[in-house]
T-cell receptor
Framework: DGGITQSPKYLFRKEGQNVTLSCEQN?????MYWYRQDPGQGLRLIYY???????QKGDIAEGYSVSREKKESFPLTVTSAQKNPTAFYLCASSLAEERHEAFFGQGTRLTVV | QQQVKQSPQSLIVQKGGIPIINCAYE??????FPWYQQFPGKGPALLIA?????SEKKEGRFTISFNKSAKQFSLHIMDSQPGDSATYFCAASMLWSGKLIFGQGTTLQVKP
């Protein structure tokens, strides 16, 4: 089945540690996105990538880093510089010619203790 | 100018009622307005979307009404069912961009 797979579903980390969230898609989509969701707020864009080996900052990129070495994969690293990392993280993808139609993964809930 | 404002924050209706969720935007360059439905612990799923060249779009029990001059759009759910209980997000983007600007979300509860 085609889709977007995020792993793990739940992640616990100690404060000060970097952590990497995985996002893989087999939809042959060109563009991939990372959003952060907090209670009572909409989704906010962290980073996005339109093609392999290229990515741009979104609205809240500070404290995060990404890579796009393969079309299928767009991992997100939450660094120790991110002041409030506990959140629900959502990965999405879309076709280049249908960029506006984003398909989302099931999310990773990160809790930093 | 990039914001999308959504209201109400939460909504409770009886089965069969017609919940209405409203959104407003400022950036007139937006040309794509989707609605997403999200169940607890899941990612959002595209429900219905509209472009500003039409004033209304229906898909099953879901209808988007769009008022370009007022820069507002709304989601109506006809004959609502308990299974419609979820969080609904409006969003806006420019078609070429792919960057979605989301509203704050509305948690809908449909009582049996």
């Amino acid at each position: 089945d085609g889709g977007i797979t995020q792993s793990p579903k739940y992640l616990f980390r100690k404060e000060g540690q970097n952590v990497t969230l995985s996002c893989e898609q087999n939809l042959n989509h060109d563009a991939m996105y990372w959003y952060r969701q907090d209670p009572g707020q909409g989704l906010r864009l962290i980073y996005y990538s339109q093609i392999v080996n290229d990515f741009q900052k979104g609205d809240i990129a500070e404290g995060y880093s990404v890579s796009r070495e393969k079309k299928e994969s767009f991992p997100l690293t939450v660094t120790s510089a991110q002041k409030n990392p506990t959140a629900f993280y959502l990965c999405a993808s879309s076709l280049a010619e249908e960029r506006h139609e984003a398909f989302f993964g099931q999310g990773t809930r990160l809790t930093v203790v | 100018q990039q914001q999308v404002k959504q209201s109400p924050q939460s909504l409770i209706v009886q089965k069969g009622g017609i919940p209405i969720i409203n959104c407003a935007y400022e950036n007139t360059a937006f040309d794509y307005f989707p609605w997403y439905q999200q169940f607890p612990g899941k990612g959002p799923a595209l429900l219905i979307a509209i472009r500003p060249d039409v004033s209304e779009k229906k898909e099953g029990r879901f209808t988007i009404s769009f008022n370009k001059s007022a820069k507002q759009f709304s989601l109506h759910i006809m004959d609502s069912q308990p299974g419609d209980s979820a969080t609904y997000f409006c969003a806006a983007s420019m078609l070429w961009s792919g960057k979605l600007i989301f509203g704050q979300g509305t948690t809908l509860q449909v009582k049996p």
